[in-house]
């Protein structure tokens, strides 16, 4: 099974989740910015984060032989938080490099007006920089923040099969798939979505002649209680329920290469790399070398 997880924060995973990862099939990966489970400080903090998702982070995933792509955003909750605004203008200095295939996660919080100010003018910028764009949807009020998400896609002039809503669930599938944006599917072990619900909802879009298009199946797995092998499990559950191989690679290989592939921007090829490579002189090793 060839896997791309189009979500991931690899940043908050260890070694043995990069190498369970390869194992179970993974071979590329997005990992989206994000924030930190607490609050940053100042804005210096958004650039080292940012330098270290397009530079230590695909380094590292390099090593396991997984390909690593990145997105970049000031995201929904500290877009409330006077003191990361100034990042909405660092902003166009990361969306111009290499393997940064979107801009993201944006979207709605909590649905205040300085997340929907934040969230205009970052979809301004990817329509600016010819990227697709990834979208965070709220845990509350979910259909409500999905409808407002799709109002501001339109009304910022971005096609909507250059964005990807995410976390979506039975309830706020129909309106994105009505829109024309690409379905997000994040997979966790207790909560939002399960294997067994998504292939659920792929069986129901099969069986409605809508098929597999426009899906993207993720963990979202970070520093929160989450799996980095769900997107494997969910393959499973589809083989399981009698979808062949070539449908489960469908959704988990070619539907987030489609996606993403509108960037020009991803790097498939993975350089060979043993294991005492260094970057910025520091390696994976510990010890005797
Ligand atoms: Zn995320």
Redesign the pocket.
Known sequence: MRIFDP???MTSRTTDDYEAMYAAGVRALVE?A?WLGQPRSSVDSFVDYFDALVGWERFRAAQFGIAHHCTIAL?PKEANDPRCLPVLDLLPRYLAKDGVVAVG?IGFDSMTREEEKAFARQLELAREFALPALV?TPHRDKLAGTRRTLDLVEAAGVDPGMVVV??LNEVTVDVVEEAGAWMGF?IYPDTKMSPARMVAILRARVESGRGLGRVLV?S?A?WGRSDPLSTRRTGEAMLAAGFTEDDVERVLWHNPIEFFGQSGRLLLDVPETDSAATFAGNSLLRGER
Do not use: T
């Open positions: 979500h991931i924060h989206p994000f995201n996660e965070h995410d976390h994040s993720n979202a970070d």
